[in-house]
């Protein structure tokens, strides 16, 4: 178990190109979150899996944004034609029962 | 949608003193509660989580407990030391198994 990881940790990228960050959670997890952080505030809820099955999308999530979770394992999320407005910390979170675990996050500037 | 409300939003306090973090939420229909550190810039680490059917958990010098009638939670950090300078955020799950978050409260310790 080596905890949940995030790639890349740190993400510049000019406006109007597109990133995709990855996830890969504890092994055994079969939910899977995506979150993002803004300065000062809480996390906020983007999207989560159950193994494979994208659940539910916040109305946070644009046009623009698309996650997957192939297989039920790593998963990315992509953001498509980046704003400024995205500019933000994004959480990646697992759990099985109960309690969830977070990867160290990736911070995306879009410049 | 629940709301999660953290009070006092930052701390400051000297070496060696009790610290006492509050969280209320607006739903007191929860599934369970965590706790989590964030260092600047990282990821969020969990603390302690308390399952509804419980009163308080215990970790060392943490100690949570959880009002779940009153929508409240108090995280209680004793004999507080500088290397727990950090952002502290409650999360507040519900049956859907999603959390919601507080916007944390920031604690710093003088030495």
């Known amino acids: 178990d080596t905890g949940v990881s995030q790639d890349p940790r740190h993400k510049i990228t000019k406006r109007g190109q597109n990133v995709t960050f990855r996830c890969d959670p504890i092994?055994?997890?079969?939910?899977l979150y995506w979150y993002r952080q803004t300065l000062g505030q809480g996390p906020e809820f983007l999207t989560y899996?159950?193994?494979?099955?994208?659940?539910?999308k916040s109305r946070l999530l644009s046009d623009r944004f698309s996650a997957e979770r192939p297989k039920g394992s790593f998963s990315t999320l992509e953001i498509q034609r980046t704003e400024q407005g995205d500019s933000a910390m994004y959480l990646c979170?697992?759990?099985?029962?109960?309690?969830?675990?977070f990867g160290s996050g990736t911070r995306l500037t879009v410049v | 949608k629940q709301e999660v409300t953290q009070i006092p939003a930052a701390l400051s306090v000297p070496e060696g003193e009790n610290l006492v973090l509050n969280c209320s939420f607006t739903?007191?229909?929860?599934?369970?509660l965590q706790w989590f550190r964030q260092d600047p810039g990282k990821g969020l680490t969990s603390l302690l989580l308390?399952?509804?059917?419980?009163r308080e958990q215990t970790s060392g010098r943490l100690n949570a407990s959880l009002d779940k009638s009153s929508g409240r939670s108090t995280l209680y950090i004793a004999a507080s030391q500088p290397g727990d300078s950090a952002t502290y955020l409650c999360?507040?799950?519900?049956?859907?198994?999603?959390?919601?978050f507080g916007a944390g409260t920031t604690v710093t310790v003088r030495a």
């Open positions: 979170a697992s759990s099985r029962k109960e309690g969830y675990t």
């Open positions: 999360a507040v799950i519900s049956s859907d198994y999603k959390l919601s």
């Open positions: 092994s055994e997890h079969n939910r």
């Open positions: 308390i399952q509804s059917s419980q």
């Open positions: 899996f159950q193994n494979e099955a994208q659940l539910e």
């Open positions: 739903d007191s229909a929860i599934y369970n």
